[in-house]
């Protein structure tokens, strides 16, 4: 997917741990994880909203775009 969460940095550029971050977001630390590493397949915007808030960041700062032979559409039915 050409979309790359960067929740580690950020949380490294905080000092802050995912299970600090989860109460703090009231996610639970196994949804954040699945966030993190690049496995989910979405993301509320109530959640990304909680998770800048929390982070004191923009969202682009943690999604970013990378174009790749993955960027290929899919098909939809």
Do not use: H, W
């Not at 929740?7 to 299970?19: A, N, Q, Y």
């Not at 959640?47 to 999604?63: I, S």
């Amino acid at each position: 997917m050409p979309i790359r969460v960067q929740l580690d940095r950020v949380l490294f550029e905080r000092r802050m741990s995912l299970t600090e971050l989860a109460d703090r977001v009231g996610v639970t630390i196994a949804n954040l994880s699945i966030l993190k590493t690049g496995k989910a397949r979405a993301v509320r915007f109530s959640t990304l909203a909680a998770l800048c808030r929390e982070l004191e960041c923009q969202p682009g700062d943690l999604l970013a775009y990378e174009a790749g032979p993955s960027d290929e559409p899919e098909d939809e039915p």
